[in-house]
């Protein structure tokens, strides 16, 4: 078995839609469509009793798909960002001997910050999301997930932030399933070890009472630690 490059690849193009309404700066609604033309993926093959695997142009994708999303302050303390995913996808394959999948596919996620004091400069962080299993292009693809946790600290004025995260702690970011062929099926089961333990620093500058416009909802921090 062996990697090779593919110095043939096309470019893919993607065509979106995309309609949203957005209700008392809580909850969004977003629905989808999006057309990928000529989209490559990492394929594999036998010649001659070797596996040679690369990347190649095969597959058109049609995506259709709904987003709801809720962010609020639960309690003066609970700052939280709920989203939820949903699509089917329908996949037409050529160039190749790939069987095209369609199928559902569905992702949620949770972003959560505790804050520890009354002046908000103590903060616990607990994010989680996950995705069930699905089909695309002629792939399924067990699900996968991924817990994160930490603290955040601020200093002088909430200019200086000071962050300790940990990434994947459950061990569930796991990249696996199986590939469908008209006279073979492959299977992997790949793990890049994204479980990490992260400590960051940033300072910001100039006047923080600048306003513009902004669609994102109105947290008090909106970056959150990954």
Not at 25 to 49: E, P
Not at 55 to 72: C, E, I, L, Q, R
Not at 126 to 132: A, V
Request: glycine share 6%; hydrophobic share 30%.
């Amino acid at each position: 078995k062996y990697f090779t490059g593919n110095p043939l690849l096309q470019p893919s193009y993607n065509h979106n839609f995309e309609i949203g309404y957005i209700w008392k700066g809580k909850i969004s609604f977003t629905l989808a469509y999006q057309r990928m033309l000529n989209s490559y993926d990492q394929i594999a093959s036998f010649v001659d009793n070797i596996l040679v695997s690369t990347y190649k142009n095969y597959f058109n994708t049609d995506y259709y798909g709904v987003d709801v999303s809720y962010s609020d302050n639960l309690l003066k303390w609970w700052q939280t960002t709920i989203n939820l995913s949903t699509s089917y996808s329908k996949s037409e394959v050529f160039n190749t001997n790939a069987l095209g999948q369609n199928g559902y596919s569905l992702f949620y996620s949770t972003q959560n910050t505790f804050n520890l004091n009354n002046s908000k400069t103590i903060s616990f962080i607990l994010n989680y999301w996950q995705s069930i299993p699905s089909k695309s292009g002629n792939f399924y693809n067990n699900g996968q997930g991924n817990l994160s946790m930490g603290f955040r600290l601020m200093f002088m004025g909430k200019n200086l932030q000071v962050s300790l995260t940990a990434s994947d702690i459950l061990r569930q970011q796991l990249s696996s399933g199986e590939a469908y062929f008209s006279d073979n099926t492959q299977y992997f089961n790949n793990y890049y070890d994204f479980r990490s333990v992260r400590l960051s620093a940033s300072y910001k500058f100039g006047n923080s009472k600048v306003k513009g416009n902004r669609k994102n909802f109105q947290f008090e921090e909106t970056n959150r630690a990954n």
